[in-house]
């Protein structure tokens, strides 16, 4: 177990710091192979992306049975998601979309060796049944109207979509809604002040 980790994740039990620490270390032995994330952000895993992922499970309304992360590539934030609601005993659902079938076989192993319940759905978005999901997530998928149209299909009613956005994404919120109808509530990032989280509700075409 890491300083690193134990500062990050302060108020979680010892076994989910443990399986994020397992996380880190599966990450960081398949990317020299697969390039789950940029090489010079693994110094800087912690912080760069589990605790960036962490930000959309604290945001997220406590009910929730089904969620879904689109484009998951090394996990982020999808599988960190699924680590904390395992963690704090959370009934709820997590799939992860990822086309690429060698990450989603990253997915699957670091999901099988932690211990955590997902579904890795190796597909792309665009060919996925209806999920109906009470949240959909995603980080560094698309431009927010694209990613309006690849979530869209697989939100429940009264869903919430969670996506981290970086510094552009006043423009992209403005673009949107020359097709889209929505609520959105921007929060800042707690990793990188120009980055947002942007809450997404009532999504609705024009």
Not at 6 to 33: G, H, I, M, Q
């Amino acid at each position: 177990m890491t300083p690193v980790l134990e500062e990050a994740f302060p108020n979680v039990s010892r076994e989910t710091r443990e399986r994020l620490a397992l996380y880190d270390s599966l990450l960081k032995k398949w990317n020299p192979v697969i390039n789950l994330v940029s090489p010079s952000t693994l110094t800087a895993a912690v912080d760069r992306h589990f605790r960036d992922s962490a930000q959309v499970f604290a945001l997220a309304d406590l009910d929730w049975r089904r969620w879904t992360d689109l484009g998951s590539g090394g996990g982020f934030p999808g599988l960190v998601v699924a680590i904390l609601a395992a963690g704090a005993g959370h009934p709820g659902r997590v799939t992860l979309v990822e086309s690429d079938q060698r990450k989603a076989t990253f997915l699957r192993t670091v999901a099988r060796e932690t211990g955590v319940p997902v579904e890795v759905q190796a597909s792309r978005i665009e060919a996925l049944p209806p999920q109906a999901s009470d949240v959909i997530s995603a980080r560094a998928l698309a431009p927010l109207p694209a990613l309006f149209r690849l979530a869209h299909p697989h939100l429940a009613r009264n869903a919430t979509a969670l996506f981290h956005k970086g510094a552009g994404w006043k423009k992209e919120l403005d673009d949107a809604r020359a097709e889209w109808r929505f609520d959105a509530k921007s929060h800042t990032s707690e990793t990188s002040p120009e980055a947002v989280v942007l809450e997404v509700r009532e999504l609705s075409h024009v």
